[in-house]
């Protein structure tokens, strides 16, 4: 639990008056004096013993009111700090009450701009928060913050904590980008009043938000920021320091890094523990330090943990509350994993109904207590039972009414149904994925391909919905399993349309991770004006989304779901505008339609052949197809062995030492692991490819690191030359695409393209003639120091403006720089560049082609992936003769990141990359022989080929070395 600030009413006055003797009833407690009651009220509060605060604050309550009566500021207190602690101790009702009632009595006493009116407002808006009614509390908070704006201004203490409190509000209903500005905001007030202590509080809220939205890295920074200056302020063994040492050991679990989390959740509980004896916060600890060792499958500590927190919660909170409610369904969770099943059942059941006691029957966190028991009655085999529960959490995620009997009436409409928060789907898919076992366990394939179905539409769904909610991202993260599930069904039960439909989906070609970032409407051209009206809507959608997750009438309900229906139509129609206007950003960021087979297969020839493949944790597959037909076929083959022997195979093809320094062992290496990728990845389709000598290949995994061109038909039983080995190239053309969908947008486009010339560049890297450019930064000041001259990328150019016609800049032309090639290469047919190409292993967008150095003031020279694919390009060819161009880093459900691709969405249709380091004189006479069979108009694949045959039998000793 990250803590946030929320100002507390409760003032205790500074006495040195000791009771002698503890009074016990209500009676004896209001002959006490206020100041005596408030003595005593002091000793739980301190320790965190809510239930212990109650008696005092009734007791001083009734005393005030006979005193008094109700318009009076002691009766104010003592009311208003009775509803705070009956919403600490769970007991909503009573506590809305009376902070009802002390808001109107401040209101009459003092107005709507006095500190003790805005403090009740500010706890109000508090409880509604904690009871997921989140509109009122909104509302409430910005209330607040208005009034303490005219009040204060906007560089007050008080101003920055009431934003800080609707930052938070926005956290916990998922609104990420809302929260952020707002933290944003806060932060900046806290900073200037020079307030170390909620400064470091607002950052390490805000780096809560920046988990949540995937951003770990300033996550962890904003985290160690805040820990080092409680550090500073409090010492190591206070509880300050304490809650912040909590706060980053639950991101680092959040973040599935346990080994870090452990220690510092054993520390945090140490100071609490020992030290300031907070018995809340140390049952927060102990809570997380009990999902650390369950996820570490250490169950005895865990159980440990969980249960000492447990009757921590019980006794401070009383036997009614929602902390106590998450803890009892974690302990009951734990209990699934050690196989202890009645006493998980009994407690998930008991959370259930603290849940629906003070949560409406469709709030998310019922959902997933209501998985979990489908889960652990799915694990001792009561299928019936579990399926019972899977049908009452997709009620309540979805709100819909139906037969418990899956079938294609209920599965539309659930399709169609537009659900009240993307929470709500996540829950959904796990409810799947238990259903999806359930039914596994009856062996009732056609229903599990239903269920599978509608997972993908679900993700899909979220996939194509527009930019805001960054919770998407966990949604996004399940893709990659559901369509493992999908193939492994429809290989065995095979429906070859809807086995490619799925594998298409799964090789998902996005330049970004756009659930990360709002970059996408940068990269596909879209008008800022477009972009915040979807912002706008996007915020409206979310506002009755959060309508829709509070207890409302019926009438209510629906009067918010037509509302929420007329912005998804307003959403829909600006959708199919920019899809319209905007195409690039489209192909970014919606779903593009794949084609029927007989599609693909009208533009195959009889001598081509498709190949895809699809690389799985236990199992892979190959989707082969030709003009004629389609097979899938299964590969056992265990991801890690796959990843190992690819691994082997691109080490010897780019350690040029290796080579050199121990050529026997390079030898040796290269030929068994080049045989073994044939063996396992073209030898079971080798029967299917008889009359075929062109493969067009769509690789995925560590399989896009390896050209199959060298793949080995045969293993030499006896070393011979290089040139005389039996290679995969010798009996195929070989091209390769990222996705089958677009193989064919670039074949069709490809018959239609215009006739345009040459551009070719080479890089200028002489740093001792190159204009000055010490304007540049830092990084790229130190990145360019480091570039080595290219002198063979000028001949490469030279050499093209014998063949063809065109523009060719070698590099100390003032035009062979960013801002030229970023104007002009639209022109061209084309597009040849020499140019270093630096990678970065992090971020695929950052990699760039380093251009030649000229001072501009406004391009930096190095020309990164997502400016690349911003471009307008309109080449048949474009030729990385780069380093490493289209090496990139595979991520599940993103496809191969690299420089290679943004040129693809910038418009090239077809591509020349390299997947290593290279030498330059080599690269240049192989480029040259390319560009003449390319003259004597081979087609480009075949041109590559022959150059690449021609060079092997032309090349003498290490030289003919494959890499």
């Known amino acids: 639990m990250t803590s946030y600030i929320r100002s507390s009413f409760l003032i205790f006055y500074l006495i040195t008056f000791i009771c002698s003797s503890w009074a016990t009833t209500l009676e004896d407690l209001k002959k006490l004096t206020y100041k005596e009651l408030d003595s005593l009220l002091r000793i739980p509060y301190k320790n965190g013993d809510y239930m212990g605060c109650l008696l005092y604050l009734q007791a001083g309550r009734d005393k005030a009111l006979a005193e008094f009566g109700e318009l009076d500021t002691t009766t104010a207190f003592f009311t208003a700090s009775l509803g705070y602690i009956l919403e600490k101790v769970g007991q909503f009702k009573q506590a809305e009450h009376h902070q009802l009632n002390a808001l109107k009595i401040r209101k009459e006493l003092h107005g709507e701009y006095h500190p003790d009116y805005l403090i009740s407002l500010n706890n109000l808006a508090g409880l509604y928060e904690s009871t997921g009614r989140y509109l009122e509390a909104e509302k409430y908070y910005k209330q607040v913050i208005k009034y303490r704006f005219k009040t204060f201004g906007s560089d007050h203490l008080k101003y920055a904590t009431a934003l800080n409190n609707l930052g938070f509000l926005y956290r916990s209903m998922g609104l990420f980008e809302q929260a952020e500005p707002i933290y944003l905001q806060a932060i900046k007030v806290f900073k200037s009043l020079e307030d170390q202590k909620y400064y470091c509080t607002a950052l390490s809220n805000l780096a809560y938000i920046y988990s949540e939205m995937g951003l770990n890295k300033e996550a962890e920074n904003l985290f160690f920021e805040s820990l080092k200056i409680r550090k500073q302020i409090f010492g190591e ?17 959040h973040s599935k890094q346990y080994k870090k989390a452990e220690p510092l959740l054993k520390k945090s509980a140490s100071i609490q523990k020992t030290y300031y004896n907070q018995p809340f916060n140390y049952a927060i600890t102990l809570n997380n330090l009990g999902g650390v060792y369950k996820n570490l499958k250490e169950y005895e500590q865990a159980e440990i943990y969980y249960i000492e927190s447990n009757k921590l919660y019980r006794d401070l909170l009383g036997a009614e509350h929602r902390k106590l409610a998450t803890n009892t369904r974690n302990l009951g969770a734990l209990y699934i994993e050690k196989g202890e099943f009645d006493k998980a059942d009994s407690l998930l059941l008991n959370a259930l109904n603290m849940y629906r006691r003070y949560m409406h029957d469709q709030h998310f966190r019922i959902t997933g207590t ?60 796990k409810t799947l994925s238990i259903l999806f076992e359930a039914y596994d366990q009856l062996n009732l394939v056609e229903s599990q391909i239903q269920i599978i179905d509608l997972a993908i539409h679900l993700i899909q769904k979220i996939k194509s919905s527009y930019i805001s909610n960054s919770d998407k991202l966990s949604i996004l993260e399940q893709s990659h399993e559901w369509m493992q599930r999908g193939l492994g069904k429809l290989s065995v039960n095979i429906n070859h349309e ?30 800022d004006s477009i972009y915040i009206k979807e912002k706008y809507l996007q915020k409206r959608k979310g506002e009755f989304e959060a309508k829709l997750l509070e207890k409302r009438s019926i009438s209510e309900k629906d009067n918010y779901r037509a509302q929420l229906n007329e912005i998804n139509i307003e959403l829909k129609l600006l959708q199919d505008r920019i899809s319209k206007d905007y195409p690039k950003f489209a192909a970014f960021k919606y779903t593009h339609s794949i084609p029927r087979i007989a599609k693909l297969q009208q533009n195959l020839k009889s001598n081509e052949a498709l190949i895809s493949f699809v690389v799985g944790d236990s199992i892979s597959y190959i989707w082969y197809c030709n003009a004629l037909m389609t097979k899938v076929v299964p590969l056992n083959i265990p991801k890690d062995m796959l990843d190992y022997n690819v691994e082997k195979l691109r080490e010897t093809l780019t350690d040029y030492q290796l080579v050199t320094l121990d050529p026997g062992r390079s030898y040796w290496q290269f030929t068994e692991h080049a045989y073994w ?6 030898k079971p389709i080798q029967s299917l490819l008889q009359g075929k000598d062109q ?11 390896l050209p199959f061109e060298t793949f080995l038909t045969s293993k030499p039983k006896f070393k011979t030359k290089y040139n005389d080995l039996p290679y995969l190239i010798k009996q195929y053309t070989i091209s390769y695409h990222y996705s089958v969908t677009q193989w064919l947008a670039s074949k069709i486009s490809l018959q239609n393209s215009a006739n345009y010339d040459v551009l070719a560049l080479a890089g200028n890297y002489n740093s001792k003639v190159i204009p000055n450019y010490n304007n540049r930064l830092p990084v790229y000041q130190s990145l360019r120091k480091k570039l080595k001259k290219l002198p063979a990328a000028e001949l490469e150019v030279e050499r093209l403006s014998q063949i063809f016609n065109g523009y060719f800049g070698f590099g100390f032309d003032s035009l062979s720089n960013e801002r030229w090639f970023k104007t002009n290469a639209h022109q061209y047919k084309l597009i040849h560049l020499a140019l270093h190409g630096m990678l970065n292993p992090n971020n695929a967008m950052l990699s760039s082609l380093v251009f030649s150095e000229d001072g501009d003031s406004t391009e930096n020279n190095f020309l990164q992936a997502y400016e690349v694919a911003r ?33 693809m969405y910038a418009g090239s249709r077809s591509l020349v990359v390299t997947l290593w380091q290279i030498y330059d004189y080599e690269t240049a006479e192989l480029m040259n022989n390319f560009y003449q069979n390319l003259a004597d108009e081979q087609n480009m694949s075949d041109a590559l080929r022959i150059a690449k045959l021609n060079y092997l039998k032309q090349s003498k000793g290490n030289k003919s070395h494959p890499a």
Not at 242 to 251: D, Q, S, T, V
Not at 677 to 682: D, S, T
Request: charged letters at 20%; glycine letters at 6%; one cysteine or more.
């Open 498 to 527: 809807k086995f490619f439909r799925l594998m298409e989906l799964h090789k998902s070609v996005l330049l970004m991770e756009q659930t990360r970032s709002n970059q996408a409407y940068q990269l596909g051209n879209l008008p």
């Open 677 to 682: 990728c044939y063996e396992q990845l073209i």
């Open 871 to 903: 471009l307008n390009l309109n080449a048949e060819l474009v030729v990385l003769s780069a380093c490493e161009s289209g090496y990139g880093k595979f991520e599940k459900g993103n496809g191969m990141a690299s420089l290679a691709r943004a040129f």
């Open 695 to 705: 493969l067009i290949i769509i690789p995925e995994g560590s399989l896009g690191h």
């Open 370 to 429: 209501l998985n979990l028991l489908a889960k652990s009655n799915l694990k001792r085999k009561n299928i019936e039972k579990s399926i019972a529960y899977c049908m009452q959490a997709i009620q309540a995620s979805s709100q819909l009414q139906f037969n418990y009997e899956i079938g294609t009436k209920w599965i539309q409409m659930l399709f169609d149904h537009e659900f009240a928060s993307t929470k709500y789907i996540d829950q959904m898919l």
């Open 237 to 253: 063994q206070h509880n300050e320091y304490a809650k912040i040492l909590n706060n980053l050991g639950l991101f680092y679990l």
